[in-house]
């Protein structure tokens, strides 16, 4: 199938043609989708499509497809989550809080908040430190607020930053903050939600399960969480929020 059809991405209508990928009718209107690798190895393009006929290149899951291998037929209305722009923030740090013998929690309270969609991370730099990418999250009872970045890290034993956490660097000290970064971030879909963390890996994965259970209540989530010592299984208080909330599977 050739010609001219019409595409809406985000609620913009756009003219493209009959074969033409998503992604490159999005690019070729100046209406970008975000992509990556644009060979369907990486997921990042994935969009929701509402109506119309799209090749799906056998990328469908549910409603949604990979742009870069979608090809239109008629015309099409799709949408994707907007990334939101990177930007440098300062603040201080509000608390250095010990979860468990080898985790702090880490609240850094901006002068300016930092948009970011659940599951992205960011570059953060405390003085006399290299910088280094933590995942926002939440606290484990699901509390944060809009001025606030809170991370969940690991101490490491010589660590450059992770040691020097609840000493050299505690409440007071300042932090500048870069981002946010990452594709792999809380998407609305129908399927099932399987999120699956280790350690501190939950930082990110919490941010997406909290999300989920928020934007879509009714959406199938099964939650994995684990760590190598029994004793840093900080998570369970964000588990028992997933559970009271409607989690479906533990």
Not at 156 to 182: C, H, M, T, Y
Not at 203 to 224: G, N, Q, T, Y
Request: proline share 5%; glycine share 12%.
């Amino acid at each position: 199938m050739t010609g001219a059809v019409s595409l809406v991405i985000n609620g913009r209508r756009v003219a493209a043609r009959a074969g033409q990928t998503l992604l490159d009718a999005g690019l070729a209107s100046g209406r970008a989708i975000p992509h990556d690798c644009a060979t369907g190895q990486c997921d990042t393009c994935r969009v929701r499509v509402y109506s119309g006929a799209v090749d799906d290149a056998g990328t469908r899951v549910g409603d949604t497809v990979l742009a870069c291998r979608a090809r239109l037929m008629t015309e099409t209305v799709i949408e994707f989550d907007e990334v939101p722009d990177t930007v440098r923030r300062s603040g201080t740090v509000g608390s250095v809080v010990s979860l468990t013998p080898d985790i702090v929690e880490v609240t850094v309270r901006l002068r300016k908040p930092l948009a970011y969609l659940p599951g992205q991370y960011v570059r953060v730099t405390f003085p006399g430190c290299p910088p280094r990418d933590y995942s926002p999250t939440l606290r484990t009872d699901g509390s944060g607020e809009l001025n606030e970045l809170i991370f969940q890290i690991r101490r490491l034993n010589g660590g450059a930053v992770s040691s020097r956490l609840g000493k050299q660097i505690g409440a007071g000290s300042d932090v500048k903050v870069e981002g946010p970064f990452g594709h792999a971030f809380h998407r609305l879909g129908r399927g099932r939600l399987v999120v699956v963390a280790a350690g501190v890996g939950f930082a990110p994965a919490w941010a997406v399960a909290r999300a989920s259970r928020l934007r879509e209540p009714d959406r199938d989530l099964v939650v994995v969480a684990g760590t190598r010592h029994a004793y840093n299984l900080y998570m369970r208080p964000a588990l028992e929020w997933l559970r009271e909330r409607g989690r479906r599977r533990f």
